[in-house]
């Protein structure tokens, strides 16, 4: 039996590992894709690990705004919650199949399913109140004006000297599909969830729920599942190999391994850019801080060495 039968973790894999930047954002182009970062998750159902994954979606939001947008006056216009959910379910698909084939090719029995998954979060987040989180295309600074009178956008300037569109991004305080996921996650099924950080709702005074139109960071929202079903480990997978000081600098020193107490004190300098490597250490802390007991951020195809000590970035208390 694998030292690792029934440890339970949440493995948050980026929207860019799918829809790489340098490459045509193909459904052929993102199968392979799947298939080349999943491989790792493959390699740890199979040493008897019980998962549940979540991904970004970034790019893959960004398409569909551009369909949108494409079709406003010939199709209704399709808000940004519904388009969470939307791509959701067709990550969900490529993930869920790559890992049924992947297991089928190993002879390995266990199920995998896809959970179109809503997270909770403040109608009063100061978050919804001054928009920051970029989504969809890049804009000359005229071309942003105009879509953002058209369509009462909320628009700021951002890198390449354009200009683009940007939405609330409310902390996410709990997964309401948590009870179901935990159930299956404890029973072996491999459970694709709050894809995309979840579709954010929050609660109306009678209870209902109701859906916001915002963007939740994906980590900080894994972080959340990982604690609301008693994950012990949290593996983030991005686009490098380890957490960095000074990165892209002369000075750059990677970070092998590091404790709560350390990194948080790093975190509090403000250090680590917003944009990137910022909410995944802040994800990780607040997973260590809720009780997890091991956090380890690597690039998408270095899980199964980074599990065996071999690189990444190992957070512990």
């Known amino acids: 039996m694998s030292e690792f039968q029934g440890r339970k973790a949440v ?3 980026g929207g860019n590992a799918i829809s790489p930047p340098h490459e045509e ?5 993102q199968f392979r894709n799947s298939r080349l970062s999943l491989k790792g998750v493959v390699d740890l159902i199979e040493q008897g690990w019980r998962i549940a994954l ?20 010939e199709a209704p216009e399709l808000p940004l919650g519904v388009i969470v959910a939307d791509t959701q379910g067709g990550l969900g698909y ?6 049924q084939n992947g ?14 998954t809503q997270v909770l979060v403040d109608k009063n987040d100061p978050n919804l109140l001054d928009p920051s989180k970029y989504v969809g295309q890049y804009y000359t600074k005229e071309e942003a004006e105009i879509r953002a009178r058209q369509y009462n956008w909320v628009i700021k300037p951002a890198d390449r000297g354009k200009w683009r569109r940007v939405v609330g991004s409310p902390i996410p305080l709990e ?18 969830t709050v894809g995309g950080g979840g ?41 490098v190999d380890y957490v960095y000081l000074d990165y892209e600098k002369p000075t750059q020193r990677k970070i092998e391994k590091i404790t709560f107490k350390e990194l948080d004190q790093l975190w509090s300098s ?48």
């Open 11 to 13: 493995i948050a894999i």
């Open 25 to 29: 954002d193909t459904i052929a182009n």
């Open 54 to 73: 979540t991904h970004g979606n970034g790019p893959q939001v960004g398409n569909a705004l551009l369909r949108v947008e494409k079709a406003l006056g």
């Open 94 to 99: 490529m993930f869920e199949q790559t890992l």
């Open 103 to 116: 297991l089928l090719l190993r002879g390995i029995e266990r199920s995998v399913v896809t959970l179109v």
């Open 175 to 192: 997964i309401i599909n948590k009870k179901v996921i935990k159930k299956l996650v404890d029973e072996g099924i491999i459970v694709i």
């Open 199 to 239: 579709i954010p709702v929050y609660r109306e005074t009678n209870g209902c729920l109701e859906g916001v139109d915002a963007v939740i960071d994906k980590d900080r929202a894994s972080a959340v599942l990982a604690r609301d079903i008693g994950a012990q480990d949290f593996f983030i997978l991005t686009g």
């Open 270 to 317: 403000g250090i680590f850019p917003k944009g990137s490597m910022g909410p995944k250490v802040g994800a990780a802390l607040d997973f260590l801080e809720w009780g997890g007991e091991r956090v380890i951020i690597t690039s998408h195809h270095s899980l199964t060495d980074a599990i065996q000590g071999k690189i990444g970035t190992l957070i512990t208390h």
